[in-house]
Every structure is written in structure tokens, then in C-alpha cells.
């Protein structure tokens, strides 16, 4: 089965500050990738998925942006972080009509 | 937005069954019942699902309705560490460009009592 690294596990940055969350996959081959991002006491939100290098697709405007330079690597960043940017970032993988793999998350705080 | 009703809490004792139900009266032809749970802080991990035949895995069982239109995940021996968070999620077998639409709702809270 796959394995979804995610790290850091917790963050705390300031206001205006830059961000860069790096997941990695292991145990598949050209997977789907996902960022999710649940706030406190809410479901989770779906807010990047990629279907392969370089292609990166989003469901909602945001202060974020994602990259995938290598096939299981997802990375999601921001230059300026914003209050409302706090919450648990997940990275998932999955395929057509398989199951997908969430990571252990990062609970980012802004502050 | 999510596809599916579920309950916002339920309790079950340690040891006993437990039936958590998940209503999808919308759901097409072409789309599985998937359950997953998210224990506090932890990503969801994914538990079962099906089409349209009940399902049995080593995690649990999955009832599907005739019509399709609900469904039950079973615990069969509830332990202290199925405290969770359980989703019941719809989705089409195919969905086209890769993406993924795995649209979490609020999900049921499970806990189990001592």
C-alpha cells in the first residue's frame, strides 16, 4: 500500500510570513495528488489536486499555490500567509477507482 | 457540497456492534459508497466501500440498500480506538481528468464507552 509523507507535523508562522508544505509518496507511480485543508470543527476542503508533473489544477481562489516538480512530490506554498490561512493541511494520493492515502497532516497556525 | 446524510454524534458501548447509517437518496448509477474515519488530529484513513453488494473487509462491513439510496457501515466489535470521525462519501467509479472529488461532509461522530 502507499505511504504519504508530510512534514512539518505542526507550524506556527507569523502574518505576511512565506510557506512551503512538502508531501511525498511512496509504494505507487504517477498518482493523483490532493491538498485538503480542514478548519477547526469543519469537513475537509479540497483545494489542489494533479494528475501528473506540472499540472496543478484548483477548486478555489485562495492565498496558496501548489507545485509538483517530481511525480510523488506535492508541495503547497504561500508568500504572504494570511490568519484565515490557518488550519489541517492534508496531502492525498489516490487513483481512478482505487481508495486514497491521506498523510498524518500539518496543523499550521498562523498567528 | 457533500452528497450523503449522516448522523452528528452516536455512542456505542466497547465490545458491542456498531451501526453507523449514511443516507445518499441521490446517488447515481455509476457512483460507490465510500467510508473513511479520521481519528482526532490524524489524516482519514480509508475503511471500505462498495457498489452495490454488501461488503465485508477486516475493518468492517458495509449494508448497501436495494436502491442504493442508504447504507450502514457495521463495527463489528467496537474498541476504544474506533473513536472517530466516520464520512460517508459518494463517488463515480470514473470521474474524468483524474480529479478526485472526494467531498467530506461533517461526518458522524463515533465514541465508544467504556
Known amino acids: 500500500s502507499q505511504t504519504i509523507h508530510q512534514w512539518p507535523a505542526t507550524l506556527v508562522q507569523p502574518v505576511g510570513s512565506p510557506l512551503s508544505l512538502e508531501c511525498t509518496v511512496e509504494g505507487t507511480s504517477n498518482p493523483n495528488l490532493y491538498w485538503y485543508r480542514q478548519a477547526a470543527g469543519r469537513g475537509l476542503q479540497l483545494l489542489f489536486y494533479s494528475v501528473g508533473i506540472g499540472q496543478i489544477s484548483s477548486e478555489v481562489p485562495q492565498n496558496l499555490s501548489a507545485s509538483r516538480p517530481q511525480d510523488r512530490q506535492f508541495i503547497l506554498s504561500s508568500k504572504k500567509l494570511l490568519l484565515s490561512d490557518s488550519g489541517f493541511y492534508l496531502c492525498?494520493?489516490?487513483?481512478?477507482?482505487?481508495?486514497?492515502?491521506f498523510g498524518q497532516g500539518t496543523r499550521l497556525t498562523v498567528v | 457540497d457533500a452528497k450523503t446524510t449522516q448522523p452528528t454524534s452516536m455512542d456505542c458501548a466497547e465490545g458491542r456492534a456498531a451501526n453507523l447509517p449514511c443516507n445518499h437518496s441521490t446517488i447515481s448509477g455509476n457512483e460507490y459508497v465510500y467510508w473513511y474515519r479520521q481519528i482526532h488530529s490524524q489524516g482519514p484513513q480509508y475503511i471500505i466501500h462498495g457498489l452495490k453488494n454488501n461488503e465485508t473487509n477486516e475493518m468492517a462491513s458495509l449494508i448497501i440498500t436495494e436502491d442504493r439510496k442508504s447504507s450502514t457501515l457495521i463495527l463489528p466489535h467496537a474498541t476504544l480506538r474506533d473513536t472517530a470521525v466516520y464520512y460517508c462519501?459518494?463517488?463515480?467509479?470514473?470521474?474524468?481528468?483524474?480529479?478526485?472529488?472526494?467531498?467530506f461532509g461533517k461526518g458522524t461522530k463515533l465514541s465508544v464507552i467504556p
Open positions: 462519501i459518494v463517488r463515480p467509479a470514473y470521474s474524468g481528468a483524474g480529479s478526485y472529488q472526494l467531498t
Open positions: 492525498a494520493s489516490g487513483k481512478v477507482r482505487t481508495e486514497a492515502f
